[in-house]
């Protein structure tokens, strides 16, 4: 439901709800604990409940309560609804926020093919790239770590490397770290919440719908 698509009514509801935001604000009624409170802060209540409560919980599949405000600022830096409207009326001014970009690059086939050409990169400077592979084991000695893998007959190999880059849950790299990790740091990691994310780009020619 972009701007442009909002109903007179609607966006006279919008614009007392934020108003009522920024008044409460100003006199430091306002409370700012969560994601919400920061968005509520700066959008008003309304533009909340249309724009950012269903996609955030959709997304992340945390109520908005329950995500930090710091989060939020670095999420939505630089933007609030005065900023989008003065962009909405003069879209070439300078300085635009990065959470207004209006056009996305995306790779043809997916994203994957960045880590295809990344993995053509480190190929064509002669490194050998191991793939398919179970990680066993990671130890650090000095400056250098050992890795322990198996192969697809089950034998292990040693490599050595001065760098290790971690993609996985951080909770399979504690189980594999040859090393005595803090009981905290354990605790930490088992607390930590993963989603999994699959994106499906559809290019929709009529119009949208309202629920994002």
């Not at 430091?28 to 950012?52: A, C, T, Y």
């Not at 697809?152 to 849950?169: A, D, M």
Request: glycine letters at 4%.
């Amino acid at each position: 439901m972009p701007y442009s698509d909002l109903e007179l009514a609607e966006s006279v509801v919008i614009g007392f709800s934020y108003l009522f935001a920024r008044v409460k604000s100003y006199l430091s009624i306002s409370k700012i604990n969560n994601f919400e409170d920061w968005v509520v802060d700066r959008f008003g209540k309304k533009l909340f409940n249309n724009f950012f409560k269903n996609y955030t919980e959709k997304v992340w599949g945390i109520d908005c309560k329950d995500i930090g405000s710091d989060w939020a600022a670095q999420r939505i830096k630089g933007l609030s609804l005065s900023t989008a409207i003065k962009f909405a009326l003069f879209p070439n001014s300078k300085k635009r926020p990065k959470t207004l970009v209006d056009k996305f690059y995306y790779p043809r086939l997916g994203a994957g093919m960045l880590w295809e050409k990344f993995e053509e990169h480190i190929t064509n400077k002669g490194i050998e790239v191991i793939k398919n592979k179970k990680v066993i084991s990671i130890k650090k000695t000095e400056d250098i770590f050992s890795i322990i893998y198996e192969d697809s007959e089950r034998n292990k190999i040693t490599v050595e490397t001065k760098n290790v880059f971690f993609s996985n849950p951080l909770l399979e790299f504690i189980s594999i770290y040859d090393s005595d990790v803090p009981q905290s740091v354990i605790d930490s990691a088992k607390s930590l919440n993963y989603r999994n994310h699959i994106s499906v780009h559809i290019t929709i020619d009529k119009k949208l719908f309202d629920d994002n």
